[in-house]
């Protein structure tokens, strides 16, 4: 049975944490995709109805409906959850589906799939009419997607400036605006002694965020101080442990010299990360360091001090990747693209007084 449905404020994810299940499980059933318990189904179009997610129609389906001959599908490597940017961006993304008339189902790519480079065993490529692609930073099984021959969107990717480029459009939220101006800002309130912190060689934003402010330095003739570089250069997944890393920052801040006076974060999780490491060995934000991170995560306006940062239209990616998707389906021949979605500089007391 199909469902036909309105959109609504509540979220899969929000279903998904009223009922202690996965957010794949919960799509299964709005969707009507994937293997799955009646039961359960039931039990989820119950709560999504309570909660006012949808009203649902159920409608026959029809033998020329796109959802009756293929789906679109979403590939991941990474726990996905609320706090991340991509949460509102897939609730788009599947709305957009639905009023196609498509389902939508998330595949979540285990380490072990990865590693040997092999497709989920429930994965059926014949109904699968496009791919998205989010937090996949494994170019190797990334141009394996490609090979199949299937229209693929990736939404960021993997670190591939001295690779073979990937055969897909490619879905970026600006990365550079925002800290160019966030620098500028710096600047004129006197600001120079400026540092970076994050894995610049995680993915493709954090890297086109280093490089742009790298680029802010040239561009603002601000000196660069290489002590002031946070980066131990892990590459895509291979991202340190969460402990790790704040061993790493801690180390490196006590071996500086000298700190700087601003810090540009890769995103808010590296920023609060610098939150926790600096309250440990004694450093005050705002006070001592000012702070700026990248995303408007949820905890960015809840931690203290609020944080500074560049806030992603997460709802306009996702319906920019929807677009993309359907125009690569429908004239697969074109030049691939490279697509960028605006961000915004977002000041808060991280940087109070001086933004």
């Known amino acids: 049975m199909d469902y036909t449905f ?3 404020k509540v979220t899969i994810q929000d ?3 009223e009922l202690g299940l996965s957010r794949n499980t919960v799509s299964k059933a709005i969707n009507n995709t994937g293997i799955l318990a009646e039961s359960t189904r039931q039990l989820i179009l119950k709560k999504a109805s309570e909660m006012g997610y949808k009203t649902f ?9 796109p959802a009756s001959v293929g789906e679109l599908v979403l590939f991941t490597a990474a726990a996905l959850n609320a706090s991340h940017f991509s949460t509102k961006m897939l609730d788009e993304m ?12 998330i595949y979540r790519i285990m380490p072990k799939e990865l590693e040997d480079c092999r497709l989920p065993a429930n994965f059926d490529a014949g109904r699968a009419v496009g791919i998205f692609c989010v937090e996949m930073f494994n170019m190797q099984y990334s141009h394996m997607i490609c090979s199949l021959g299937i229209p693929v969107v990736f939404v960021d990717t993997a670190v591939s400036v001295d ?5 897909a459009d490619v879905l970026l939220m600006e990365n550079k605006r925002g800290i160019y101006s966030f620098v500028k800002k710096m600047v004129l309130c006197g600001k120079t002694d400026m540092g970076f912190v994050g894995e610049s060689l995680h993915c493709m934003s954090f890297y086109e965020r280093s490089d742009a402010f790298l680029g802010a330095l040239r561009l603002f003739k601000i000196p660069f101080n290489e002590e002031w570089i ?3 250069l892990s590459q895509g997944l291979a991202y340190p442990k969460h402990e790790d890393y704040l061993r790493f920052l801690e180390e490196r801040f006590k071996s500086c010299s000298r700190l700087p006076k601003v810090l540009v974060c890769a995103n808010d999780f590296v920023a609060i990360d610098v939150l926790h490491v600096f309250k440990k060995i004694g450093i005050r934000v705002p006070e001592d360091i000012l702070l700026c991170g990248f995303d408007d995560s949820p905890e960015a306006s809840l ?5 500074t940062t560049v806030r992603i239209h997460a709802r306009d990616m996702g319906k920019e990747a929807v677009s ?3 125009s690569r389906i429908k004239q697969p021949s074109m030049k691939f693209r490279t697509v960028y979605v605006q961000t915004d500089l977002v000041c808060r007391a991280s940087t109070e007084g001086n933004s």
């Open 163 to 167: 690779e073979e480029p990937l055969p």
């Open 94 to 105: 599947q709305q957009e589906a639905s009023v196609l008339g498509y389902g939508f189902t």
């Open 15 to 17: 279903i998904a944490s």
């Open 6 to 8: 309105s959109m609504a």
């Open 230 to 232: 946070f980066d131990s």
């Open 57 to 65: 129609l159920p409608a026959e389906p029809h033998a020329d409906s």
């Open 324 to 326: 993309l998707l359907f």
């Open 303 to 307: 931690i203290t001090p609020a944080l």
